[in-house]
């Protein structure tokens, strides 16, 4: 896996975070799928990028390049509202988009290589999705998707500093000072590594 620069933005969103929900449970009919890069359909991949730039780009007016180059070293989840007249169940298999709707949260997860701890980053959720749970409910997914694959791990976020409480009841604590990138405030935070429970 290539280094790639901290994670210039784990945000779901600039409302008020959300309250979350059951460990691994999306709110009513949201769809979670995982995808390796290279599984991304086309038509995901452009939703992805799409959300991640009306949320970090436009939203934040945060010109920076988005396309960072770490996309392929990591593994994306995507939050999808099931299509007009298909069942709030049907998830999209894999490499395909299937029967789901529109892209609501994204995020991306880097497993622990040499030493380092899991990281994810780039937490989107569109404003239409906020403060239904969402949020709380694809960072409990991919905390659970790193013990499976990783077993107990460190997890760090660089998160956006209004969203370090939101962190926090994730079991996140900080690790260093605030900082600034592309402007916008931030702060480093770790969940020590977790067993897994059987």
């Not at 959300?51 to 996309?71: K, N, S, T, W």
């Not at 998707?145 to 009841?169: C, K, M, P």
């Amino acid at each position: 896996m290539s280094q790639s620069p901290p994670e210039p933005a784990a945000n779901p969103g600039t409302a008020a975070p959300d309250s979350g929900r059951a460990t691994g449970i999306a709110p009513a009919g949201i769809a979670l799928a995982w995808r390796a890069f290279d599984a991304l359909t086309v038509h995901e991949l452009h939703a992805i990028l799409k959300l991640r730039v009306d949320v970090f780009v436009v939203e934040q007016a945060c010109p920076y390049a988005e396309i960072d180059g770490a996309d392929p070293d990591a593994e994306h989840l995507l939050a999808t509202a099931p299509s007009a007249g298909q069942p709030a169940t049907a998830a999209p298999s894999p490499g395909h988009t299937g029967p789901a709707g529109p892209l609501l949260a994204t995020l991306r997860v880097f497993p622990p290589s040499g030493g380092a701890p899991a990281r994810i980053g780039r937490v989107a959720v569109a404003p239409a999705a906020r403060g239904t749970g969402l949020g709380a409910a694809v960072m409990r997914a991919a905390l659970e998707r790193i013990a499976e694959r990783h077993g107990a791990a460190a997890v760090e976020v660089s998160a956006q500093a209004h969203l370090e409480r939101f962190y926090q009841r994730l079991g996140f604590a900080r690790i260093g000072p605030d900082h600034t990138i592309d402007g916008i405030p931030h702060v480093d935070m770790r969940r020590p590594a977790v067993t897994p429970s059987a």
